[in-house]
């Protein structure tokens, strides 16, 4: 079925279009990752504006704040990791995930040349973007991987972005820390080294999820079937114009070594990102149950709590 609509879908995107006066549509996004290509495409390639949406790109630096400017309704859609949304969740906020990105987690932890492995971190800094976000997640599991407690046996710094991160490495202000690609080719470029690599571990994990809240779901669904269709063209842009979607990653990420990015379009492109922005449950399973490790309420949570999949049915019944 997933086959099915990745091949069908482009044809009945390119049927599709919206009339009438553009409606304001803020779609906010929580990294410099590549994850986030099928927006950044949909923006640059006006599959937005030819849905009718007067679209805005925002980027807020880490999952957590995320969550909570789209609380504030500073932002219409959030694609941020799946337990920032869950853990907004349990803290009052209306939130349903109605499609994901990606479903796995995606980081590696980079060290300085002289520290070869993760036991060697005992006592040292490591760098995240913000407690709960997915860069934090990944450390942590990559810590007890390898029998360190993250509370207890190393220190882990709130630096806000995945670029402070990197900046923080390099000026030797941490020892190790947690990054993405792009970003992380560029640190293995530098002459870091990467001790952990979280996405190899093949953790399923909504990483980022597309949230909206339910308020806006109630009022304004065709918003988000016209944002849907968009991005789906988006991906589908990325995967068939490689030069157009390294314009994309230079732009947004702010890298202009054609070598990093085409590593980060490869990676991502190949690898990766889902050709259609379907939910894996296991995935939602997961990010519960990281979020009850520190909120005891989500331990009997079950996935479709949080999920509304009614407009990835929609996509999927138009193509036929």
């Known amino acids: 079925m997933k086959r099915t609509l990745a091949i069908l879908f482009v044809v009945f995107l390119w049927a599709t279009g919206a009339g009438g006066a553009a409606d304001r549509l803020r779609i906010g996004y929580s990294s410099i990752s590549g994850a986030y290509v099928g927006i950044w495409v949909a923006h640059d390639a006006g599959f937005f504006a030819r849905e009718g949406l007067d679209d805005q790109v925002i980027l807020i630096p880490n999952g957590t ?28 906020a209306d939130f349903k995930v109605i499609g994901a990105n990606v479903n796995k987690l995606i980081f590696s932890m980079f060290a ?144 202009q070594d054609t070598a990093v990015l085409q590593k980060a379009y490869d990676f991502y492109v190949g690898k990766i990102i889902e050709k259609a922005p379907y939910i894996n449950m296991v995935a939602m399973q997961n990010a519960i149950e990281e979020v009850a490790k520190t909120i005891p309420a989500a331990k009997n949570a079950k996935p479709e709590q949080f999920v509304d999949a009614r407009f990835l049915d929609k996509l999927e019944k138009a193509v036929y």
């Open 112 to 255: 300085r040349p002289d520290i070869k492995r993760v036991e060697e971190l005992k006592g040292k800094k490591i760098g995240i973007t913000r407690f709960g976000t997915s860069a934090d997640i990944s450390a942590r599991y990559a810590l007890k991987q390898h029998n360190l407690d993250p509370q207890k046996d190393v220190i882990l710094l709130q630096l806000g972005a995945i670029s402070s991160v990197a900046a923080a490495l390099r000026a030797g202000s941490v020892d190790a820390g947690m990054v993405s690609p792009p970003t992380l080719f560029l640190m293995e470029k530098l002459g870091f080294k990467e001790i952990a690599n979280i996405t190899d571990m093949d953790l399923a994990f909504p990483n980022p999820a597309m949230v909206v809240l339910g308020d806006i779901i109630r009022r304004k669904p065709d918003l988000i079937d016209r944002f849907m269709r968009a991005y789906v063209r988006g991906v589908h842009r990325t995967r068939t114009d490689k030069d157009f979607a390294l314009k994309s990653y230079a732009k947004y990420t702010g890298i």
């Open 65 to 92: 704040q995320l969550a909570q400017v789209t609380v504030a309704g500073e932002v219409d859609i959030a694609a941020l990791g799946g337990a920032a949304a869950i853990a907004a969740g349990f803290s009052g």
